[in-house]
T-cell receptor, first 114, second 114 residues
Framework: DTEVTQTPKHLVMGMTNKKSLKCEQH?????MYWYKQKAKKPPELMFV???????INESVPSRFSPECPNSSLLNLHLHALQPEDSALYLC?????????????FGDGTRLSIL | AQSVTQLGSHVSVSEGALVLLRCNYS??????LFWYVQYPNQGLQLLLK??????LVKGINGFEAEFKKSETSFHLTKPSAHMSDAAEYFC????????????FGRGTQLTVWP
């Protein structure tokens, strides 16, 4: 069982759709992360929220829009995605984002763009 | 700058044999090092972490890793492989100017033969 919960587990969407990925943790962590992972590759960092403020944006295209409503929730809003955006999207959390600490990962949302 | 290099994208062992997965790091500051495992269709699970305490670190599922500063290495070992160990393994380093950020190696796919 993972302590970081991601929904949905699978998502298929067209290039004109709008959808959202959700992530929730109840470990009291104050840093949350979005990663994109292609098959047989390591995760690539997209965004970091620390104390509910966006602290890192890795030059991600604007068709990906993160949101952190509170310290337990992290959303990733998707709009007008491209086929190359098909990937596993992982959410992670850590106690804080300003110290070297392990990150705890969810099981991801597998996204397919038609 | 922080980085890790995993030598060998694929490692195959027989069940019961020694597992050795190699990781070398580059860091301008004392590093914090992690090993993660990823099973198919799952997120990353923390196996073990080095945070400048003991140089020999024991993790879950019988894995351990030894931090060797002179060799800038943090290799992962397990005395006796089990079929259930087949997975992708990622070494990661944390530290420096963006303290909470993880830098992943490219990953090593472990295959265990019966």
């Amino acid at each position: 069982d993972t302590e970081v919960t991601q929904t949905p587990k699978h998502l298929v969407m067209g290039m004109t759709n709008k959808k959202s990925l959700k992530c929730e943790q109840h470990m009291g962590h104050r840093a949350m992360y979005w990663y994109k992972q292609k098959a047989k590759k390591p995760p690539e960092l997209m965004f970091v929220y620390s104390y509910e403020k966006l602290s890192i944006n890795e030059s991600v295209p604007s068709r990906f829009s993160p949101e952190c409503p509170n310290s337990s929730l992290l959303n990733l809003h998707l709009h007008a995605l491209q086929p190359e955006d098909s990937a596993l999207y992982l959410c992670a959390s850590s106690q804080t984002g300003d110290q070297p600490q392990p990150q705890h990962f969810g099981d991801g949302t597998r996204l397919s763009i038609l | 700058a922080q980085s890790v290099t995993q030598l060998g994208s694929h490692v195959s062992v027989s069940e019961g044999a020694l597992v050795l997965l190699r990781c070398n790091y580059s860091s301008s500051v004392p590093p914090y090092l992690f090993w993660y495992v990823q099973y198919p269709n799952q997120g990353l699970q923390l196996l073990l972490k080095y945070t400048s305490a003991a140089t020999l670190v024991k993790g879950i599922n019988g894995f351990e890793a030894e931090f060797k500063k002179s060799e800038t290495s943090f290799h992962l070992t397990k005395p006796s492989a089990h079929m259930s160990d087949a997975a992708e393994y990622f070494c990661a380093v944390c530290g420096g100017s963006t303290l909470g950020r993880l830098y992943f190696g490219r990953g090593t796919q472990l295959t265990v033969w019966p």
